[in-house]
């Protein structure tokens, strides 16, 4: 048992675990080994459960999408219930125009004290804003050997806004590099993405697997116009492949290959990550990492086309 407190709260104790915000989001992650896991795996989500004050349901926030006058409002709203840290002030400073929110909380955001000159640049602004972040996260921090690899600041990004907004739209969120680090092949459609026309292959070399000190997994997600990833339909129902994928097999010399494609390889399912015929993304996850893999002295293969 855990208790769960905010940056106001006095608590101390070994078995409590402060948040910086009242308000916060957890996961819980469960490893399912294959369908005959299933009923143990459940057996640990029904041991965790959680309890806390009766709080009212606060007013629904506004989607990304929404214009700027709504947006806006809502991130007024979400700031004065979740103040910004010190750390902050230079960029609130920047801010301060519009009146969101100040070091002490408080916010003046009144869209309608705007001349439709401002409000003209605000929109303006948002969009082209919205645009480079969406660009941003289809760039990666660069391609090496064909895979983009996080930067150090990923999931405790510190003052890094760009870097944290553009991993909000393609994920939500994400872990540090020390506990997972995500890397995204590059495809050869715009956008970094995969041509679902094709067959592909990423191959390890005998002895060149990830160097993890937990496991890896490649997941494939198909591609939506703005820019997310969601899991593909397919006939295995298989969304990701991994070194604890049951059935993966390695060459008779020791190598590894995976066959990505829309078609079911010769070799048979095994070592198949089914995609979908149109375009696609892969990531790859590599949970503890070695050194090796951390610091960037491995780098993975290339996916190569078949």
Do not use: C
Request: glycine content about 10%; overall charge negative.
């Amino acid at each position: 048992s855990f208790r769960l407190v905010g940056p106001g709260e006095a608590a101390d104790g070994p078995k409590v675990v402060r948040a910086p915000t009242p308000a916060v989001w957890a996961l819980a992650r469960i490893l399912v080994d294959g369908a005959h896991d299933l009923e143990a795996a459940r057996a640990v989500q029904s041991g965790i459960s959680a309890q806390g004050p009766d709080l009212a349901a606060p007013t629904p926030a506004a989607e990304r999408s929404a214009d700027w006058p709504a947006y806006f409002a809502s991130l007024a709203q979400l700031m004065a219930r979740n103040p910004p840290p010190a750390t902050d002030g230079a960029m609130l400073e920047t801010m301060a125009p519009l009146g969101l929110v100040d070091l002490q909380g408080a916010a003046d955001f009144r869209p309608d004290r705007f001349s439709a000159q401002e409000a003209a640049a605000i929109a303006e602004g948002v969009e082209a804003a919205r645009a480079d972040v969406w660009r941003s996260g289809v760039r990666g921090p660069g391609f090496i050997d064909g895979w983009s690899y996080p930067y150090a600041r990923l999931g405790d990004f510190a003052q890094e806004y760009h870097y944290r907004a553009s991993v909000a739209v393609g994920g939500l969120a994400a872990l540090p590099p020390e506990e997972a680090m995500y890397m995204r092949a590059k495809g050869d459609l715009p956008r970094a993405l995969f041509d679902g026309a094709h067959d592909w292959r990423l191959h390890f070399p005998a002895g060149g697997g990830l160097p993890v000190n937990s496991f890896w997994s490649l997941t494939l997600y198909e591609s939506t116009p703005d820019g997310q990833f969601f899991f593909t339909d397919n006939p295995l129902g298989r969304y990701a492949i991994g070194d604890r994928t049951p059935g993966l097999t390695a060459n008779p010399d020791g190598s590894l290959d995976i066959w990505i494609g829309a078609r079911r390889p010769p070799s048979g399912d095994g070592n198949w990550l089914p995609a979908p015929e149109g375009p696609f993304a892969l990531f790859m996850r590599a949970y503890l990492p070695k050194p090796e893999l951390l610091h960037g002295s491995y780098h993975l293969p290339p996916v190569e086309r078949v």
